[in-house]
């Protein structure tokens, strides 16, 4: 695989109509999607090899978390919306050449940045709040 352009990683908010729209929030300038699953000690006192036994019958989760300029003011409205309103909403996040994680995600940190030489920015922090799906582009 090649590398793939960075700026065209993207965080997308559902409007939960049916078919369902996603508009793009902002591009990031820096940002991360973090799968994680919690693994399960199974190991048992017949297991005389002293290796710990893991399972995956843990659960999983995904964080996003990014930096960037929102699109407009309107998905600045959209984004604020949802952290006061404690919404769970459909989000996508779009990695260039790779595909499409979506899913239902909460926003659980958001924060505006404002230096004096450049633009107004904002952090957001996202977790998953339900099962993910995954389309290759």
Do not use: C
């Not at 048992?44 to 989760?61: A, E, I, P, V, Y």
């Not at 404690?86 to 404002?114: C, H, M, R």
């Amino acid at each position: 695989m090649t590398a793939q352009d960075g700026l065209s990683f993207l965080l997308k908010v559902g409007d939960g109509a049916s078919p369902e729209v996603f508009t793009t929030v902002g591009g990031f300038r820096a940002n991360s999607l973090t799968l994680d699953r919690e693994t399960v000690d199974t190991t048992t006192k017949t297991h005389t090899d002293k290796w710990r036994r893991r399972s995956n019958f843990g659960l999983r989760q995904a964080s996003i978390s990014g930096e960037g300029l929102f699109e407009d003011s309107a998905s600045e409205e959209t984004v604020r919306a949802n952290f006061f309103g404690s919404d769970v909403k459909n989000w996508q996040v779009v990695v260039p050449g790779f595909g499409t994680f979506e899913g239902a995600f909460i926003i659980n940190s958001l924060e505006y940045q404002g230096p004096q030489n450049d633009a107004v920015a904002y952090s957001i922090g996202l977790e998953s709040a339900g099962a993910l799906t995954f389309t290759s582009s």
